[in-house]
């Protein structure tokens, strides 16, 4: 059973910077298919950045403000945002494993096996 535990979610002023953490356990990978989506209120749940076959990449929302990471030996996957807006207020969730061919697919249906509760993130003045 794979178990995804968010955390680092805070209050950072627009412009700021903030880094979240997924904490997994029972995940075993030769190459980690995982993710961070976003979910504001009243809107659907967004993808914000994955790994995928070794690559990693982030959408365009926070394209060049966000990098998502993996720390194997801590077994632990990363999202840093800087220039925060607005707009990343929201709850922030990791995802991982996926039953498709392409891990893309999952990243594109939203459809991991695994996921966690959540973080939440406000940005505000």
């Given at each position: 059973q794979v178990q995804l535990v968010e955390s680092g979610g805070e209050w950072v002023q627009p412009g700021g910077s903030l880094r979240l953490s997924c904490r997994f356990s029972g995940y075993s990978y030769s190459r980690p298919c995982m993710a961070w989506y976003r979910?504001?209120?009243?809107?659907?749940?967004?993808?914000?950045?994955?790994?995928?076959?070794g690559h990693h990449f982030v959408t365009d929302p926070v394209r060049g403000r966000a990098n998502i990471s993996i720390d194997a030996a801590k077994n632990t996957l990363y999202l840093e945002i800087t220039n925060a807006k607005i707009e990343d207020t929201g709850m922030y969730v990791c995802a991982a494993v996926c039953s498709e061919l392409i891990c893309n697919t999952c990243f594109r249906l939203k459809s991991y096996d695994y996921w966690g509760q959540g973080t939440q993130v406000t940005v505000s003045s």
């Open positions: 979910q504001a209120a009243s809107k659907d749940r967004e993808g914000v950045a994955g790994i995928s076959s």
